[in-house]
């Protein structure tokens, strides 16, 4: 298993196949549905004027995702009342919902790696190769397994947006994932879709 | 009327954090069936193992914690009023010790109101009164939103398909559904299927089903039958655990019909994710058990 420590250098991605096994060491922040959307309505497209502390967390934001990762996942998250965060349950949610926006993000800010599952789509895979980053797909429902590899929560930023939509710091080791899509047009997602459309269509021939 | 929240936190906390016995049978009976050292064999076993550092911690098997989806059944004299008071209770509860994730966002303004509960609606709980003699029964369902979206509802005949009102054109369009979902309803799946009623007691049938217990096949061999070859073809497509490839994309299928409209002909399909979160707590007099 190939060690990955953030921040990455783009020759480490580079060297990145699909069907590597990867163990994640360092700091990453996790970023969903309204994190997203609201990176590009605020920075990227700027179709929203920047509101509340906007400004200042993308300043940290500018820092932090320079060569890290975003991991897409809305954690189980207890010490609420003390602020004395722990991640009790933090696998990755579906994402291809960020399909519309991953590709800028990453550019945007130089991010090296999503984490999520179920892979993307082409848009995501073209950006893969010209920001370069990599997909990387963890266990779904792996919450408590994974939890464990989250060694301490940094901060949290946008916690307006809910537990599971705020953008948590965090530091991992040896967080367990697979390349599924490589920043050489290599998609596992992309594979398995066609294959299984061709035995879908000769299913469907059978009355 | 006896005061049911402690009891109900804990059917909250066992759902989330231990997957029954028989779900977890069959995850390891899929891990027998995939390649040694394969992708789909090594989700497999972070799945399984996943299952156990959940069980023995007392942590969510999943982060995304989901609809809570209650089903009561109750004798004469208890008060559904009531009911619901103490399950509202008890979930805000089991979110505050983190066996579940605040789920509930108000749709439109964004917010999640941050214990779970949202409006009259969610937490999702039906009552159904029973026979004086019958326990009282609470059943619960934990649905991700991941296997949630990727749920589907033909109006049949459907076209692109070719896929006709009969039994016949009901498997392709599962089949599509299946292919359409890849890996992002975390696979291997249940299938909960319906056929017939309208747009909603269709879908809302299609999660009944998935209350029985796995093995539990429709009693019509008609229907029997179709179950059985939607999972064998399903698994033909290869999809594999998580989307990786592999022989294990569906783990079984339930379906049922219901009566519909002479106009109407609905098939819903809701994809339960791997992590099958299904309990149901039985109250006989001062004796609460748990399934």
Known sequence: ?207 | MQDLTHEILELIRLTSTDLPADVELRLKQALTEEEPGSAASEALETILKNVELSRLNSTPICQDTGTPIFYVHYPEGWSTRQLKSQIRAALAEATKRSFMRPNAVDAIYDKNSGNNLGGEDFPSIHFEEVDKDQPLTIQLILKGGGCENVGAQYSMPYNPLGAGRDLRGVRKVVLDAVYKAQGQGCAPGILGVAIGGDRGSSYIKSKEVLFEKMGTRNPDPNVTSLEERLTREANQLGIGPMGFGGKTTVLETKITGLHRLPASYFVSISYMCWAYRRRKMIVNGNQVSYE
């Open chain 1, 1 to 207: 298993m190939h060690t990955l420590t953030t921040p990455i250098q783009d020759e480490t991605i580079r060297s990145l196949k699909v069907g590597e096994a990867v163990g994640i060491t360092g700091t990453m922040i996790t970023g969903r549905d309204t994190a997203h959307k609201w990176m590009i309505e605020t920075f990227i497209n700027k179709t929203r004027p920047p509101q509340g502390d906007d400004l200042q967390v993308y300043e940290e934001l500018k820092k932090l995702l320079k060569g890290s990762i975003i991991y897409h996942c809305g954690p189980v998250v207890s010490g609420l009342e003390t602020k004395e965060y722990k991640f009790v349950a933090a696998g990755p949610t579906t994402s291809i919902r960020e399909e519309p926006y991953q590709a800028d993000v990453m550019k945007h800010f130089d991010a090296k790696g999503v984490i999520g599952k179920g892979g993307m789509g082409e848009k995501t895979l073209k950006g893969c190769q010209e920001v370069p980053f990599v997909y990387l797909h963890a266990i779904g429902g792996a919450a408590s397994f994974i939890a464990r590899t989250v060694k301490r929560v940094v901060g949290v930023f946008k916690l307006e947006f809910g537990i599971p939509e705020a953008m948590w710091v965090i530091e991992v080791e040896e967080f367990p994932a697979v390349v599924t899509m490589d920043a050489h047009g290599g998609s596992q997602h992309a594979v398995v879709a066609q294959a299984s459309k061709m035995i879908l269509e000769s299913l469907l021939a059978i009355d």
